[in-house]
């Protein structure tokens, strides 16, 4: 995709033009560092308290509660709308992670290194959630409707390739070295190693971040800017069923997402498939994030020539289809490169499926509250996977691997009915067909 495919229209303002050129190298590394502590946080952290052994049951649990910052940011994004700026916001969290990461670090060699982790992971949730809503607001601020189609898919890329090299080649690293140092030094360097990326981005994003036009009117009291976010975004068009198709979208996945990873590491004996930590992250790291890459292109660009209401429904099948392939893998245990094969094309699936999903937000953020009511709709899909994350592994230890892949299965389907019911209107956001 080259820079001049991106649609530009005489209506534009010359600032307009000027950011989405520059869009180009602050909307992948924005989207990397959004995507990196939540991968960590939420993803890397099963692994990494599974490789230092601890139960199936008790990791779903507490790395689930993670996600609850993600659930409860909309409290908060008021006053992100309403104090200082975006650029500021952004920058200042960055710098607060790169501290709170080289604490996680250090923690992992300490005696109660699990409840220590944990909860510099849990600082790092808020951090991120509140990064997320800045960074969303930012997007939605310097960019008009038809560029933020035209980029859904290269934010939703950068986003995934990030989750790729947190749970994908830092995973690698962190099983390369467990041979030789242990599993705990091993993944103290790699989270030190994940301080001095985010390091690296904090300096970026302080020199190329540009300063969006900001409204010089004074500004309405908190109190009423909470009523008026909240009462704006409960009174668009069938609002049970836009809640309903957030909440349950994903649900398969929510199901899925914390015991995947168990489920490649765990003996044959016990109905895994008896992969290291380094095949692990090179499943997700080397195939998968090409994959993934292709998925994301390919799906911001539907969604961007076709509008959400021709591709939601296919690309959402493209996201829950590869769910058999984990029943699959229970039945057969088949060789290391057929599970290579199976998660590349997993990983394809995920980044068309979560395209138009991403976009169909995007849509409902109206133009007075959008960092706000984007929060809102974000909360809302992280509570969609925190709830049956919480339950998972123990639903997984009562049933075994293979029924509890049926199960996520038929969730799956249950997740795709909200779909006949969620109002669209894009016809305004496709771009220009000549």
Not at 385 to 404: E, K, T, V
């Amino acid at each position: 995709m080259s820079r001049e495919a991106a649609p530009i229209s005489d209506d534009r303002t010359e600032a307009q033009i000027s950011n989405l050129y520059a869009a180009w190298f602050f909307v992948p590394t924005l989207y990397f560092a959004a995507g990196l502590p939540y991968v960590l946080v939420n993803s890397a952290s099963v692994i990494l308290y599974k490789s230092l052994g601890i139960d199936n049951a008790t990791l779903a649990f507490w790395t689930s509660i993670l996600y609850f910052p993600w659930t409860i940011k909309l409290f908060w994004s008021p006053i992100v709308e309403l104090y200082s700026t975006k650029r500021v916001w952004i920058v200042r969290a960055q710098l607060l992670m790169i501290a709170c990461l080289s604490a996680t670090a250090i923690s992992l060699q300490l005696p109660q290194f699990f409840l220590l982790s944990w909860g510099c992971f849990a600082i790092a949730a808020f951090l991120s959630a509140t990064q997320d809503t800045a960074i969303d607001g930012f997007y939605l601020l310097v960019l008009d409707p038809k560029a933020q189609a035209f980029y859904v898919g290269i934010r939703s890329t950068f986003y995934r390739i990030a989750m790729l090299f947190g749970s994908g080649l830092l995973v690698f690293v962190a099983g390369q070295l467990e041979f030789r140092i242990g599993a705990r030094l091993a993944w103290t360097i790699v989270l030190a190693l994940s301080a001095l990326v985010f390091f690296i981005l904090w300096i970026v994003h302080t020199f190329v971040l540009p300063e969006p036009e900001t409204n010089s009117e004074t500004q309405p009291a908190l109190s009423t800017v909470y009523r008026s976010v909240i009462q704006s975004y409960f009174q668009q068009p069938k609002v049970g069923a836009v809640l309903a198709f957030i909440l349950l979208y994903r649900l398969g996945e929510a199901m899925l997402v914390k015991l995947a990873a168990p489920f490649l590491l765990d003996a044959p004996e016990v109905g895994g498939l008896g992969l290291s930590t380094a095949q692990v992250g090179l499943a997700y790291g080397t195939l998968g994030s090409i994959a993934l890459t292709l998925g994301g292109l390919l799906g911001g660009w539907l969604v961007s020539r076709y509008g959400v209401r021709l591709t939601l429904f296919p690309l959402a099948i493209a996201l829950n289809l590869p769910h058999l392939f984990y029943v699959y893998l229970a039945y057969q245990s088949p060789s290391v490169q057929w599970i290579y094969l199976l998660v590349t094309i997993e990983q394809f699936g995920y980044g068309l499926g979560t395209a138009a999903y991403s976009f169909y937000l995007m849509m409902l953020a109206t133009n007075l509250y959008k960092t706000s009511h984007f929060a809102i709709s974000t909360s809302v899909m992280a509570l969609g996977m925190m709830l049956p994350g919480l339950i998972s592994g123990f639903i997984q230890q009562a049933l075994g691997y293979r029924s509890f892949f049926w199960l996520v299965v038929g969730l799956s389907i249950v997740g795709m009915i909200p779909l006949l019911w969620i109002p669209i209107k894009d016809t305004e956001m496709v771009t220009d067909q000549k």
